[in-house]
């Protein structure tokens, strides 16, 4: 079973201030990506990372595919409270399946 | 006009009753999900189909039988309903391709008395 722990599992921050949310597991993943979740709704795609090593960014989101394509990182910048939400990263391994890890929670505080 | 609808948004019952919750997406995909969401906000995989046909199915009691009439439509019927069902259940499309983006529904919350 391929598993991926995610850290912190929750954040709170005040507007303004820079995070790092980790993403880590022992298995390799083909590509592996990030989606918000907010009360109420389904989970909605940030981005996906393909490439071991590949950076990508998303306005104030930058998103690291490690090297070994094991783990994943998203650094958001001056945070803001629109960021609020349940972040979670995913994997696609075997079987066709998705691996989601449990979620960071993030609440930024104005 | 919603990608992937899901009804009913609320599902209040009593445990041992039957339900059914109905799923629908316009995207044109070939594969759809069923996922549960527990307490936690922990999200886990329950069945997979392309194109009306079961891929995966992730250890998930048979009291819960998905059915598949078209590639639009992925129903969820629950027998025996326990109190340890009760969580949020989502549903999902993508296109085959394992890179490809997932499109949730906004959930069902099944809550057993």
């Known amino acids: 079973t391929q598993l991926l722990e995610q850290s912190p599992q929750f954040l709170s921050i005040q507007e303004g201030e820079n995070l790092t949310v980790y993403c880590n597991s022992s298995?390799?993943?083909?590509?592996l990506q990030w989606y918000r979740q907010e009360p109420g709704e389904g989970p909605v795609l940030l981005v996906t990372v393909v490439t071991g090593g590949e950076v990508k960014k998303l306005k104030r989101l930058t998103f690291q595919f490690g090297d070994a394509r094991k783990d994943s990182s998203l650094h958001i910048t001056a945070a803001q409270p629109g960021d609020t939400g349940l972040y979670l990263c995913a994997g696609w391994g075997g079987y066709s399946t998705l691996t989601f890890g449990k979620g960071t929670m993030l609440l930024v505080s104005p | 006009d919603t990608a992937v609808s899901q009804t009913p948004k609320y599902l209040v019952t009593q445990m041992g009753n039957d339900k059914s919750i109905k799923c629908e997406q316009n995207l044109g995909h070939d594969t759809m999900y069923w996922y549960k969401q527990d307490s936690k906000k922990f999200l886990k995989i329950m069945f997979s189909?392309?194109?009306?046909?079961?891929?995966i199915n992730e250890t998930v009691p048979n009291r819960f039988s998905p059915k598949s009439p078209d590639k639009a439509h992925l129903n969820l019927h629950i027998n025996s309903l326990e109190l340890g069902d009760s969580a949020v259940y989502f549903c999902?499309?993508?296109?085959?391709?394992?890179?490809?983006?997932?499109?949730f529904g906004d959930g069902t919350r099944l809550s057993i008395l």
């Open positions: 999902a499309s993508s296109r085959q391709n394992s890179n490809q983006p997932q499109h």
């Open positions: 189909y392309n194109n009306k046909e079961l891929i």
């Open positions: 298995s390799v993943f083909s590509s």
